[in-house]
């Protein structure tokens, strides 16, 4: 959006309090000096009410037009956004390339607004053609402060696609924020940001965004093509899915500098993946694509759950047998989020699993939500074991006897619930 506003002739600044430190005194006394038209600020699900919070403190202090900017598209989070922050209007569509109509006025496609108390919501427009989008305004921002656990320091993010197709939206929030149909940057133009990454930022590391990046395997052949052609010396990690991998792919990737990947596991049970988690997606699969990074040198981030509606104690032992057995490089387990406008938060809603809506507890940690099998503590305690056995399975030969006393502790947590039933 910044870069769209600073192509057509308007000034424009990023402010990344995170990342910079900045207390709220810090943030007024920039906005007292800049004197802007219009202030931007993005609100998340798990920080809602801090950011509303601090919208409406601006509100106060500025006399520009406030704008809240989030990913989310549940009409009763939308409303309570605008109640809360007091902003003009939120934007929760993508307006990348019409965010200077947005401002204006003259637009107002992808927004929310209160009319008299009432909510009103404009239909979306989304980016069809994204090689149309400009290389992002990284001149903005700090980019030497930028760090990815799994590639370090002076890490920058891309995004090449949009959109996830896959029958996951039953529980995850890519398709409600992207959508469910899949659009691509083209090669060339994805190339044309990596070479103004290196050449004009000299940043080497790259973490790519999409959902799933290697989901046209043709496509992402011929960015790492690109890549190798141009000779661009960088180092990258990505998200993706077992069954959009194969041999071939990923030995380009690895020649085109990819050091890993997040792969989106869910489960050691074959029936929750075949019918609730990664459908398309078989234990088979991921064995063969575990050893094939292996032989490669590629590391591999297992992305599991705890508490899918048909989970239970055992399916859990099997996601922690699987992962004590394949031993990827890193693992990192969320506890199930209904996230409000899928399938799931509708189910869970209907039978009483939920707990609290206070949005601050939807941070993919928290235990929220129950099931007819897992109650709130089981499911905190399957993630601390799971944990635990990914950790003692990585440590060799010495640690043999506590993973032996883990899994014994594993098999009588298990024999508890059929006694109990």
Request: charged share 25%; hydrophobic share 35%; aromatic share 8%.
């Amino acid at each position: 959006m910044t870069a769209t506003l600073l192509n057509k002739g308007h000034e424009a600044k990023i402010i990344d309090s995170d990342v910079e430190d900045y207390k709220n005194d810090d943030i007024y006394r920039i906005i007292k000096e800049y004197k802007p038209e219009a202030i931007i600020a993005t609100v998340s699900l798990p920080t809602i009410y801090n950011d509303c919070s601090f919208l409406q403190e601006i509100c106060h202090y500025s006399s520009a037009n406030v704008i809240a900017k989030t990913s989310i598209s549940y009409p009763p989070i939308l409303k309570e956004i605008l109640k809360k922050s007091s902003a003009d209007f939120c934007i929760y569509g993508e307006c990348d390339l019409n965010i200077d109509k947005i401002i204006g006025g003259e637009e107002r496609k992808g927004t929310a607004f209160l009319s008299n108390g009432k909510l009103e919501i404009v239909e979306n427009s989304i980016v069809a053609d994204l090689d149309k989008l400009p290389l992002p305004a990284r001149n903005l921002i700090p980019n030497e402060k930028y760090h990815y656990i799994l590639l370090g320091d002076k890490t920058t993010t891309m995004q090449t696609s949009r959109g996830c197709p896959y029958p996951c939206s039953y529980y995850c929030a890519y398709p409600l924020v992207q959508g469910k149909k899949w659009r691509s940057r083209s090669p060339e133009h994805v190339l044309r940001e990596i070479e103004d990454i290196v050449n004009n930022y000299q940043i080497k590391k790259i973490l790519f965004r999409d959902a799933t990046f290697t989901l046209n395997k043709k496509r992402t052949h011929k960015i790492c093509d690109l890549i190798i052609q141009k000779n661009l010396k960088i180092e990258w990690w990505c998200e993706t899915r077992v069954d959009c991998l194969d041999s071939k792919l990923m030995q380009k990737m690895r020649q085109a500098g990819c050091q890993g990947m997040n792969i989106g596991v869910e489960t050691g049970d074959p029936e929750i993946l075949e019918t609730q988690a990664k459908i398309g997606m078989t234990l088979e699969k991921l064995n063969v694509i575990r050893n094939i990074a292996q032989k490669l040198g590629l590391r591999l981030h297992f992305l599991l759950m705890v508490g899918l509606p048909k989970e239970t104690k055992k399916t859990l032992y099997e996601t922690y047998k699987l992962i004590c057995a394949l031993k990827p490089e890193s693992i990192g387990i969320t506890i199930v989020t209904p996230y409000p406008g899928t399938q799931l938060y509708t189910e869970a809603k209907e039978k009483g699993w939920i707990k609290t809506e206070d949005w601050s507890m939807f941070d993919g940690h928290s235990p929220i939500m129950r099931t007819d099998n897992l109650s709130f503590q089981d499911l905190v305690k399957a993630q601390r074991m799971i944990y635990r056995g990914f950790s003692l399975s990585c440590r060799g030969p010495i640690s043999w006897i506590r993973l032996r006393l883990l899994d014994y502790c594993f098999k009588r947590w298990i024999s508890q619930e059929r006694n109990t039933s």
